[in-house]
């Protein structure tokens, strides 16, 4: 929801919609935020939230959440 207003408020004024930015904690969250994500055509550069201090390895480590978001 909040995505689509500053979106909406972003166009009002004539700016670029804003850098979408995926949250969570396990992977399966991170792709459940980014298929929910009002977006129409996903952007080059996407952040990802929630990963400082967070392990490499594991099964909610780093490299696991680039790799299912690599394949959604």
């Given at each position: 929801r909040?995505?689509r207003?500053?979106a909406?408020?972003a166009?009002?004024?004539?700016?670029?919609p804003?850098m979408?930015?995926?949250?969570?904690?396990?992977?399966?969250?991170?792709?459940?935020?980014a298929?929910r994500?009002?977006?129409r055509a996903?952007p080059s550069?996407v952040?990802?939230?929630?990963?400082?201090?967070?392990?490499?390895?594991?099964?909610?480590?780093?490299?696991?959440?680039?790799e299912?978001l690599?394949r959604a």
């Amino acid at each position: 929801r909040l995505y689509r207003e500053c979106a909406r408020r972003a166009d009002d004024v004539g700016l670029a919609p804003p850098m979408p930015v995926v949250q969570g904690w396990t992977p399966d969250d991170y792709r459940r935020c980014a298929d929910r994500l009002p977006v129409r055509a996903w952007p080059s550069l996407v952040g990802v939230g929630s990963v400082c201090r967070r392990r490499v390895e594991g099964a909610t480590g780093l490299v696991r959440i680039v790799e299912t978001l690599d394949r959604a």
